[in-house]
T-cell receptor, first 113, second 112 residues
Framework: DVKVTQSSRYLVKRTGEKVFLECVQD?????MFWYRQDPGLGLRLIYF???????EKGDIPEGYSVSREKKERFSLILESASTNQTSMYLC????????????FGPGTRLTVT | GESVGLHLPTLSVQEGDNSIINCAYS??????FIWYKQESGKGPQFIID?????DKRQGQRVTVLLNKTVKHLSLQIAATQPGDSAVYFC???????????FGSGTRLLVRP
């Protein structure tokens, strides 16, 4: 069974902290994605990676960075967390050349106080 | 479970009835359209996609219809079951890139 796992289901951090969200997939997928999901706004793409050490900005990359040192792992970093980054963060993966059928993790609910 | 949206449009149907979930998309140049299902506390799950050169595609108990004239997409679920209760998102791919544009979702509630 295909699986995308995220390091935490719930996370509470303080303003200004550096936050790491980890995502691991076991499907040997080349593509990995980080989205945030807010009520009424659907999913918005933060960053995309198509290979190890390769990344592309999504629609809302400001305030975020990513790291992909291994194929199966894609990390989202909030350099200095702010309250407007309180959100649900979803990681996804897909096979090479396949952008439509993405496999999502369960999400991390991040609250920044 | 986790709520994905507090003020989503909601469709309530009787178990066994057919459901039709609608979506208006924005870009007439979009090449692919996709439907995702998100159950409470879970990430979205791919259901079905359709390319812009088609107007209908069928899957298992689901049918997607595409009307490019009015930029409208619909997902039909036959014989709706309690397990179909979820939030359904449509998405479009405007430039054949990795970027999908997701709609805000519709909540489907199935009454027993």
């Amino acid at each position: 069974d295909v699986k995308v796992t995220q390091s935490s289901r719930y996370l509470v951090k303080r303003t200004g902290e550096k936050v790491f969200l980890e995502c691991v997939q076991d499907m040997d997928h080349e593509n990995m994605f980080w989205y945030r999901q807010d009520p009424g706004l659907g999913l918005r793409l933060i960053y995309f990676s198509y290979d190890v050490k390769m990344k592309e900005k999504g629609d809302i990359p400001e305030g975020y960075s990513v790291s992909r040192e291994k194929k199966e792992r894609f990390s989202l970093i909030l350099e200095s967390a702010s309250t407007n980054q309180t959100s649900m963060y979803l990681c996804a993966s897909s096979a090479r050349g396949q952008f439509y059928e993405q496999y999502f993790g369960p999400g991390t609910r991040l609250t920044v106080t | 479970g986790e709520s994905v949206g507090l003020h989503l449009p909601t469709l309530s149907v009787q178990e066994g009835d057919n459901s039709i979930i609608n979506c208006a998309y924005s870009n007439s140049a979009s090449d692919y359209f996709i439907w995702y299902k998100q159950e409470s506390g879970k990430g979205p799950q791919f259901i079905i996609d359709i390319r812009s050169n088609m107007d209908k595609r069928q899957g298992q108990r689901v049918t997607v219809l595409l009307n490019k004239t009015v930029k409208h997409l619909s997902l039909q679920i036959a014989a709706t079951q309690p397990g179909d209760s979820a939030v359904y998102f449509c998405a479009e791919n405007p430039d054949s890139s990795y970027k999908l544009i997701f709609g805000s979702g519709t909540r489907l509630l199935v009454r027993p």
